[in-house]
């Protein structure tokens, strides 16, 4: 799959499929005014003016000649365009588009956010993207919408492609760019003054037409019916596969911390945290506990950069040019009994400034019986025999034979035991549903020659696999093993 800008000959065709995707599968919920609209606004000869003066971008999607799926970007950030053909949805075409017109955005238009109005339909993709409701539904010559924003940030650049692993590479390509032509701080500054005004002008006239094309192809994030092959075409938590019982004694919902402090003008203040809550455990003292656990484990990073920050956090935002504490957290229950739920949280930083991005990993292994948390180290022996197994397991992931050469089998072991100097080499572990993978979030320190660039790393065990080094931990029997 090729992602692309188009070109002015190629936008013709890209607006047919616009137009027939929308025909299909959104017109049917606009209103007669609001159907008339969308076709004005996508007339060649309306957009025309906008593409010739940069106002809008076009990204295709193609599979050899054909195109699959088109995003349009206004050049102050407004996705006003965003359609994938219904025979190629489900497939991370869309993920794609947008991470696509997210890089272009941060590396080319130095614009602060994303923005879009969502169909209300779309809405929940939207979220799984990172963007943020930032009104009610609205509605507007026929069309239902919700405003949506996600703040652009460079450090989030990241290669446009599918991968078969869990493992997340670092996403310094972008920043590397950015440096290597001169920028300085967050935001690039607009040096084309007319066309921005313009495409001020366009966004005002037509501003909720960014409406996702009603359905968006979410990559096999959503519905019930994603196969493995879509799976597998996921990277990060989005590749864990999870195992839910049917029979669960309690309900598992959502809730969001978020905390916008763009009122403030020196500092730039972002939190957007997703965390499960759980309902209906018939021993609510256990389940409040269990709740609070999850909920701290999430907040994390704003407890350690915005409710309780140390010395060093504070300095950073003291000194630097763009002070920034921001933290955009993610989750997946990757596995829930009766007994015992794993989460993994995906977390995306900034520490005091944009010169201390850090993105990481966090699992949570935790008992509904009691609430007693578990670390790696209580659950596995951690033998000579293991260490070399899990190392090997390691290295087959990453896909580098070199990968934790650093470490001799003494220090892996300290290492999976949490004795890591701060957190250089953090173990976790999470259960799924074709077993459990155990490894590190990485946070190397700046310049060290032990740093291949890798986020976080876990190594993959069937449980059988794990049944020799099995400790005496009561986690066995909540697993099923």
């Known amino acids: 799959m090729e992602i692309r800008i188009l070109n002015q000959q190629e936008i013709l065709p890209a607006l047919h499929l616009v137009w027939e995707v929308f025909a299909e599968e959104t017109a049917p919920r606009y209103t007669p005014e609001g159907v008339a609209e969308f076709q004005k606004f996508i007339k060649y000869e309306n957009l025309l003016p906008m593409l010739q003066s940069g106002g809008i971008i076009f990204f295709g999607a193609y599979e050899g000649p054909e195109l699959t799926g088109t995003l349009a970007l ?180 959502e809730d969001v911390y978020s905390e916008n402090g763009e009122q403030n003008s020196t500092v730039m203040i972002d939190f957007y945290v997703n965390y499960p809550v759980i309902s209906g455990m018939e021993d609510t003292q256990v389940q409040d506990a269990v709740n609070e656990t999850i909920q701290k484990t999430a907040m994390q990073t704003v407890d350690e950069i915005y409710e309780n920050p140390p010395t060093e956090i504070r300095d950073r935002v003291l000194q630097a040019s763009t002070p920034a504490l921001i933290s955009y957290v993610e989750y997946k229950v990757c596995y829930a009994s009766n007994d015992f739920i794993s989460i993994v949280f995906e977390d995306n930083s900034y520490k005091g400034s944009e010169e201390y991005y850090d993105p990481g990993l966090r699992t949570l292994n935790i008992s509904l019986k009691d609430g007693a948390v578990y670390q790696v180290k209580d659950i596995v022996d951690l033998s000579g025999e293991f260490l070399n197994e899990w190392a090997q397991g390691m290295r087959d992931e990453a896909d580098n034979e070199e990968f934790l050469s650093e470490l001799d089998q003494d220090a892996m072991k300290s290492m999976l035991e949490g004795n890591s100097e701060d957190d250089a080499y953090a173990p976790n572990f999470f259960v799924y549903a074709d077993g459990i993978e155990i490894g590190f979030d990485l946070n190397y320190p700046e310049g060290d020659a032990n740093d291949l660039g890798y986020i976080w790393v876990t190594a993959p065990f069937e449980l059988e696999e794990l049944e020799a080094y099995q400790t005496d931990s009561e986690f066995w029997s909540m697993i099923g093993n």
């Open 74 to 253: 206004m050049s102050d950030g407004h996705i006003a365009l965003f359609f994938v053909r219904k025979n190629w949805q489900r497939k991370g075409i869309g993920r794609m588009l947008f991470q696509s017109a997210y890089n272009f955005a941060a590396q080319r238009l130095g614009v602060r956010k994303l923005t879009v109005n969502s169909a209300p339909s779309a809405v929940e993709a939207y979220l799984h993207l990172g963007m943020q409701i930032t009104g009610e539904e609205q509605t507007q010559n026929g069309i239902t919408y919700v405003p949506m924003e996600v703040f652009v940030i460079p450090g989030l650049v990241q290669p446009v492609k599918k991968s078969k692993k869990p493992v997340i590479l670092a996403a310094v390509i972008g920043a590397c760019l950015l440096i290597a032509v001169g920028v300085a701080g967050f935001f690039l500054v607009r040096n084309v003054a007319s066309m921005m005004e313009q495409s001020a002008r366009s966004r005002e006239a037509y501003d909720y037409f960014g409406d996702g094309g009603g359905y968006y192809d979410d990559g096999g994030d959503f519905g019930n019916d994603s196969s493995q092959d879509d799976t597998e075409e996921l990277t990060g938590i989005d590749a864990i596969e999870e195992k839910i019982a049917d029979d669960l004694s309690y309900e598992l919902e």
